[in-house]
């Protein structure tokens, strides 16, 4: 977009994504991070059938080969890990904790990666190197001698299902049921939607779904930055000839044109293929408003020509569709395109593509779930599929593009707060004991016990649990005052550093590793965003000889806090294979798990919705009715602005690579906030004018983002964005989906004025 007024660290980016630009920012990340011999060597070993899984994303790769060496995020994030750089005890000598408090965060993890055990000694305020085992010792006694349900077990996406799942059996021997974790701010209102829809929490499609469909609908995700394998498929796509459909309030470079570094021609040429066939600017926070008119108008097509709606497949699958009518008959059109910002012409020719289409698929990410109905958002996208019966055919079905990398494995092997009883007698039948079925504590909860000084021990495997949630002044606060924190990481991150009573830091083995274990060198494994789980291996030298894997520091953990343990820790550790089996036995649709993973690709687990089998309460797929059409709760008069808070190219979560986020032109900053010119002039500014962000909530407590820079940003009036962590200030902890406690992060009310 032309900019009228020079802003520095911002320009216009008129090319498309991908293409050179990207194979050049491959080879810097390369050159930064890693040794140029030992990376192409640990690169090309990425998503290989006998290499380790990318940590950059939960996309699968087509069978039998690699994307790899073309992904810039995916190499971002194995260089991240696999950099030559290191964080030893002399630098904890050299920095207090309170010094490096005052570090970014980038500045944190850039140090490179931890070596050894460390301790907090308050004292000193330094982390000092502590052996193993004495760790261990003070862990255990300190667990025992607290309520398990005051101890918060936190899981980041990166974990193993291995690890995963010695980890929830620890903490359930233990009787705690508190399993925060990342899921909780990303895609649990898919989790908890979804099997009240279908009866299934997951996606539909498997990777060849995209070879037969005839039309996508994409909601609410930035692929050309958070899942770059998945543009390969939407470049194939569109080649096909499939019409694409966008919903995103900004216009993502990576959707409207894409230049595969794979394909020879484009690169030779410096051409592109286009994306979206129809890209529309949804106002943030208006995805519910557009999908009730798309249905809307659906319903009206049906009742003036007939032969829209898959009749056959209502009748036989489905229950609930006479109310989900009689509601999108009494919803205004006045109301839809207000809410959605989108007019009526724009819903009925998506309505219309729609209904031409015998296969759609509809992809959709962040943008849709996190809001305050952020559930009944995902909801609405399951009503519209049902209407024309896209389950349980090639080329159809929904497809949630997950977070981290095997975030989706984590939720299979038993990481959640609300138990099933199958997976309780699954637990007593492997392990002759049975865990608590009381309901603990997701993220939001988690982190409200400890603020109120209620829950007193936090053990994270991976993640920043501090600056991931929202409103991290309080969070910070709650965690120091903890009388016990550990924290299993690969890098040093401003959660470390928020010290309770006792803190310790284990440095673990990361994806890219090689583990070795008494039976020799294991594998561990992944479950990708499309239910496919496969084997991950790592071949680099372990970063450091005192480095431990998560599930060796797991057992390390539970055998000093349970002296009278049923579970055979050492010797499932010896060999990961026996943690296979177990996970067999608790849950019986992991069927021959050890002999599946070592087929290249690995095996799929079941999709009950693809065989038209719907596990919900009622056996049916279900209509699930959203009454009215604000996702986000009470409006807060005219002049609120709705902030969504977003990812740079530059950054995964809350590690930050760098400062740039090319595609959307900014470059070395992001103290910014993308805002439509209209609605800078009608407050008197203007693109470059230095503001405060102050969120708009009436609870009492001032949220602000201080001095930030104003960019004129082609997106929606009444919508603006800014990146996240930085904006995370203005979220109040409880501002969050009442079903399934996911963060409103994409619906931030906010007023700007000049700084
Ligand atoms: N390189 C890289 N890869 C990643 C990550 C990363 O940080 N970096 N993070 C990983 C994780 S944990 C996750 S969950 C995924 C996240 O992947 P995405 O879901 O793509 O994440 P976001 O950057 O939050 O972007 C959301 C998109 O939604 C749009 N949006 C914002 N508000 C709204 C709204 O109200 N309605 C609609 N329709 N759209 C909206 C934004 O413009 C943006 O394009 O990526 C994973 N992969
Ligand atoms: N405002 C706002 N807030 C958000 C979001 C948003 O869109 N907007 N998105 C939310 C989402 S979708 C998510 S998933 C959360 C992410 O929240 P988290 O998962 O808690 O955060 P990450 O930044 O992914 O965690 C990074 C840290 O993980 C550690 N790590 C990396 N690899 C490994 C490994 O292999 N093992 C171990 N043990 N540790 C490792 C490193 O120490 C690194 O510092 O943030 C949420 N917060
Ligand atoms: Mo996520």
């Not at 895609?187 to 996606?203: R, T, Y």
């Not at 659906?298 to 009742?303: C, F, N, T, V, Y």
């Not at 919705?609 to 719907?614: G, Q």
């Not at 977003?646 to 760098?658: E, F, V, W």
Request: proline share 5%; charged share 20%; with cysteine.
């Amino acid at each position: 977009m032309a900019q009228e007024k020079t802003v520095t660290g911002v320009k216009t980016y008129d090319n498309p994504a991908g293409g050179w630009g990207a194979l050049r920012a491959t080879a810097q990340a390369v050159a930064t991070q890693m040794h140029a011999v030992e990376a192409s060597k640990t690169l090309l070993r990425t998503n290989q059938p006998d290499g380790f899984d990318c940590p950059g994303c939960a996309w699968p790769d087509k069978k039998h080969s690699s994307t790899f060496q073309f992904c810039e995020n995916g190499a971002k994030a194995v260089t991240w890990e696999a950099t030559k750089k290191r964080v030893p005890p002399e630098f904890f000598a050299a920095h207090s904790v309170t010094e490096l408090l005052e570090w970014s965060d980038y500045a944190l993890e850039n140090e490179g990666r931890l070596t050894h055990p460390m301790r907090y000694n308050a004292a000193a305020d330094k982390y000092e190197s502590v052996a193993w085992g004495a760790a261990f010792a003070e862990i255990g006694a300190q667990l025992r001698a607290l309520d398990p349900n005051t101890v918060e077990f936190y899981t980041s996406g990166r974990t193993s299902n291995e690890a995963a799942f010695l980890y929830q059996i620890f903490a359930r021997e233990y009787g705690s049921s508190n399993f925060p974790d990342c899921s909780n701010m990303c895609h649990e209102a898919s989790s908890v939607g979804l099997p009240q829809s279908i009866g299934f929490g997951k996606g539909t499609v498997p990777l060849e779904g995209f070879d037969h469909c005839e039309l996508i609908i994409a909601i609410g995700h930035n692929p050309g930055t958070n899942h770059p394998r998945m543009m390969g498929t939407l470049h194939d796509v569109s080649r096909r000839g499939v019409p694409i459909i966008v919903m995103n309030p900004l216009r993502e470079r990576a959707l409207e044109r894409f230049a595969d570094p794979q394909d020879p021609l484009e690169m030779a040429t410096m051409g592109a293929t286009p994306i979206a066939s129809t890209y529309l600017q949804v106002s943030v926070g208006g995805d519910a408003a557009a999908l009730k008119g798309i249905m809307k108008a659906l319903l009206e097509m049906e009742a003036a020509a007939g032969g829209v709606l898959d009749r056959a497949f209502i009748a036989a699958h489905t229950m609930g569709f006479d109310e989900l009518a009689a509601d999108l008959a009494a919803t205004s059109w006045e109301s839809i395109t207000a809410g959605s910002g989108l007019t009526q012409a724009a819903l009925e020719s998506v309505a219309k593509a729609y209904a031409a289409s015998n296969a759609t698929i509809v992809t959709y990410g962040m943008g849709v779930t996190q809001h305050v109905h952020g559930t009944e958002n995902v909801q609405q996208i399951a009503n519209l599929l049902l209407l024309r019966g896209n389950f349980g055919k090639p080329g159809a079905g929904i497809c949630p593009l997950r977070g981290h990398s095997n975030v989706q494995g984590n939720r299979t092997v038993g990481i959640t707060e609300r138990p099933s009883a199958e997976m309780l007698d699954g637990i007593e039948r492997t392990f002759g004991f049975r865990p608590s079925a009381a309901r603990g504590h997701d993220a939001v909860a988690a982190m409200q016990a400890i603020r109120a000084g209620s829950s007193k021990a936090l053990i994270c495997v991976g993640g920043n649990l501090a600056v991931a949630m929202s409103d991290p002044e309080q969070c910070a606060a709650a965690m120091r005052g903890l009388s016990l924190s550990v924290h299993l990481a690969t890098k040093l991150n401003r959660s470390h550093l928020l010290v309770g009573k006792t803190s310790l830091l284990f440095p673990v083995l990361g994806r890219t590793e090689s583990d070795v274990q008494a039976s020799g060198q294991q594998a561990v494994t992944v479950e990708d965003s499309m239910s496919m789980v496969h084997a991950s291996r790592g071949n680099l030298p372990p970063a450091s000889e005192h480095l431990r894997s998560e599930p060796a520091i797991v057992a390390g953990m539970a055998k000093a806090t349970l002296p009278a343990t049923r579970v055979d820790w050492d010797g499932l550790v010896a060999d990961y294979d026996r943690i296979r089996d177990a996970i067999e036995s608790v849950y019986p649709e992991f069927a021959n798990y050890n002999a599946g993973i070592r087929v290249p690709g690995g095996f799929e687990l079941p999709i009950p919705p693809n065989r038209l089998v719907w596990k919900t309460t009622t056996g049916k797929a279900m209509f699930k009715l959203f009454k009215g059409l604000n996702e986000d709760g009470p409006g807060y008069g005219a002049d609120v602005l709705k902030l969504t808070t977003l990812r740079s190219h530059d950054q995964y979560n809350t590690t930050i690579y760098g400062l740039d986020d090319r595609y959307r032109g900014i470059f070395g900053r992001r103290d910014v906030v993308f805002v439509n010119a209209k609605d800078l002039a009608a407050r008197g500014l203007e693109h470059g004018s230095v503001i405060d962000v102050e969120a708009a909530f009436t609870d009492g407590r001032r949220r602000i983002l201080k001095g930030f820079t104003a960019v004129a940003y082609n997106l929606p009036q009444g919508s603006a964005a800014a990146y996240y962590p930085e904006a995370n200030c203005l979220v109040p902890l409880d501002y969050a989906d009442a079903q399934s406690g996911t963060p409103g992060y994409k619906s931030v009310p906010v007023r700007i004025a000049a700084s």
